[in-house]
């Protein structure tokens, strides 16, 4: 068996109240190196919680988070921003593109901290989107960009460091069902492609896409054991 | 570097690519980065520009006691130790005949000569003719001069020409005026041939020089000058004695630079039997005054300036503090790719130095300009000290520099997970 990919023991986010607030209460998880994870679940059940914690954006309260093996708990903030710059790759509902930047600045943006020489840099920032379908639109400015194009390159710019996760909250929130559909398909393909995937939603439809599906209420995680149809 | 715990190379921003975000986050609000500059504009240009202003101006002034006061020594009578003169009268004068003669042969001299303001009793007349017996008006200065001493006072003449030793030595009834005087008595420059005459409380001197202006002495005053001996044979001696104002005095004009020297040998060269008896004035010190007008003027000026890049830090710090507020989702897309907090707050520290600089730069310039055409306007030597000027736009990079501190570190402790939750 390979080394999972993200390891939960006991994971647990309490936000300090009053009166405390268990947005998630002590789960195990354990994601594998090619899975396709959907995390259902509804408004407020802790879905964004778990992205947190999983992106390393947010630290827990209790229990230890493993990515690729690695226990975060006894990271510093170095290295947790140096895994989440290399390991992790991020795609927000919202896009988070910076509206003076260029498609390919946006994509380069992501390889701004982490050493790599200018001219990588860039051969890796134009592979990106050349993968996410946008190698002609490199100079765009995301105002000129559709929401489908937009995502593109929010794909692309999580793709780029070669992530072993990626993470997508919300993915398709804010695209037409053409857009979704499309996106949901290079997501597919991604996936495909060996890169391991976590899309938070609480579309039934793009839940349907992924191969196991997590369901979150009130804080607790379960999984469903149906295979998925992808 | 390496990071033992997750073998990982740390997150770095490089120099370079601080200073690209910096660029890019200024360039992509044009307009904002200049208002933003403004403060700093100003600032660095009033520094560069009083400076300069005041280092211009005294250099000018510098110029002018250089040629003027510079060159210029005064001998005053101060009287005779025992005073032998009959009751009534004064003492002969401390010069002797030939004053001008024995200071024309000191070394650096270019022209001397002995004066002294002639004592009238109040009512004293002045007409321009002995018929219309109108008295000018306005206060007017009967002075004797030697031709030497005409000669040192450097007067521009209208019309006519300045005493000759003839006049003087046969005691000729003859006056210079100055313009004003002449227009006061009604008296045209150019009727000169015909001998025009002043007449002073009934005297008439045949007036046959008028002049425009002079260098020393006469210099913003109306005046009559007649012949040393003439004044002698009308009027009297002088009251000797430095404080009553009527005392005989030498005035030298001196080659540049020789003022000190000549200052030192010339009481004991015009009175050797009682060298003590003429009080020498030697020029004052250049250096000194003009360090002085600067002082004064500097100090006001340097204020507004500080002034102005305390606003000008102001705007900055202001300006990033909005733009960290505006782009939170910015810095929790940063964090979120690997930047660490100091990476944030190196960025914004980056972009309000850059801001800093470059309205250091700008107003270094404009300060530099003001100065230059002021001084070509006037006609002046612009004087720009490199000492102050080269280094000026730093001044405006420590602005950004301070400035930008606050809101920077504000914006490496914003949260990530706040951040990209207020989408």
Redesign the interface.
């Known amino acids: 068996m390979t080394t999972p990919v993200i390891e939960l023991r006991g994971l647990a986010r309490t936000y300090p109240g009053p009166p405390p607030v268990p947005a998630l209460r002590p789960a195990d998880l354990v994601i594998g190196e090619g899975d396709y994870v959907a995390v259902t679940g509804p408004s407020g059940s802790g879905k ?1 919680t778990l992205l ?1 914690l999983l ?1 390393l ?2 630290s827990p309260t209790e229990g230890s988070y493993l990515l690729d093996g ?1 226990d975060t708990s ?6 947790r ?7 992790i790759g ?1 795609v ?3 896009f ?1 593109l ?1 509206p ?2 260029t498609a390919l ?1 946006n994509v380069l ?2 390889e ?4 790599t020489p200018r001219g990588a840099r860039l051969r890796a920032a134009v592979g990106a989107l050349d993968a996410a379908g946008l190698g002609h639109r490199l100079d765009a400015l995301p105002t000129t960009l559709s929401g489908g194009e937009s995502q593109r390159v929010a794909i692309a ?1 999580a793709l780029v460091n070669q992530p072993s996760l990626v993470l997508c909250d919300e993915p398709t929130g804010n695209l037409d069902s053409r857009n979704a559909a499309a996106l949901m398909e290079l997501l597919d393909r991604l996936n495909a492609a060996g890169f391991t995937i976590v899309v938070i939603t609480h579309d039934a439809g793009v839940a349907a896409h992924a191969s196991r599906t997590i369901a979150i209420s009130d804080g607790l995680i379960s999984e469903r054991t149906e295979a998925g149809h992808a | 570097m390496r990071s033992s715990a997750t073998g990982l190379p740390s997150p770095r921003l490089s120099a370079r690519d601080a200073t690209a975000e910096a660029v890019a986050g200024i360039v992509q609000r044009p307009g904002r980065a200049v208002l933003t500059m403004l403060g700093t504009v100003l600032g660095v240009g009033a520094f560069v520009g009083v400076l300069g202003l005041t280092a211009t101006g005294a250099g000018q002034i510098s110029h002018q006691f250089t040629v003027l006061e510079d060159t210029t020594v005064t001998v005053e009578d101060n009287g005779p130790a025992n005073n032998v003169a009959p009751p009534g009268t004064n003492p002969a004068i401390g010069f002797p005949a030939d004053a001008d003669a024995i200071a024309d042969h000191i070394n650096g001299v270019a022209a001397a000569g002995v004066w002294w303001p002639v004592f009238l009793p109040d009512g004293t007349s002045f007409t321009g003719s002995l018929a219309l017996s109108a008295s000018s008006s306005q206060t007017v200065n009967l002075l004797a001069a030697s031709p030497g001493a005409v000669r040192a006072m450097g007067l521009s003449m209208v019309a006519g020409s300045p005493l000759s030793t003839y006049e003087n030595d046969t005691t000729q009834h003859v006056a210079l005026i100055d313009m004003s005087t002449a227009a006061a008595l009604g008296i045209s420059p150019a009727r000169l041939p015909s001998h025009p005459a002043v007449f002073v409380n009934g005297i008439a001197y045949t007036v046959i020089g008028v002049y425009r202006s002079a260098q020393r002495v006469v210099t913003d005053e109306s005046a009559i000058l007649i012949p040393e001996n003439t004044a002698l044979a009308d009027y009297g001696n002088p009251a000797p004695g430095i404080g009553n104002q009527d005392e005989a005095q030498m005035v030298v004009a001196t080659r540049i630079g020789a003022a000190q020297a000549v200052a030192r040998q010339i009481a004991a060269a015009e009175l050797p039997s009682d060298p003590s008896r003429l009080v020498v004035t030697s020029p004052p010190n250049p250096q000194k005054l003009q360090s002085e007008v600067t002082g004064d003027l500097a100090g006001l000026f340097l204020i507004l300036a500080l002034i102005s890049l305390l606003i000008g830090a102001v705007g900055i710090a202001n300006t990033t503090l909005v733009a960290v507020l505006e782009r939170t989702q910015e810095i929790g897309l940063r964090r979120a790719v690997g930047a660490r907090p100091r990476h944030i707050a190196a960025q914004f520290l980056a972009e309000s130095t850059a801001l800093g600089t470059l309205g250091g730069l700008i107003g270094t310039c404009i300060g530099v300009g003001v100065v230059v055409i002021f001084a070509a306007a006037k006609d002046w030597t612009a004087i720009l000290n490199p000492a102050y000027t080269l280094p000026a736009p730093l001044i405006g990079s420590v602005v950004g520099l301070l400035a930008g501190t606050y809101p920077a570190l504000r914006a490496a402790r914003t949260s990530p997970l706040a951040a990209l939750r207020n989408a």
């Open positions: 964004s947190h992106g954006l947010d690695l006894t990271l510093n903030d170095r290295d921003s140096a895994l989440r710059g290399r390991r991020f927000f509902q919202e988070h910076l003076h930047r600045e943006l992501a701004l901290y982490n050493q710019r």
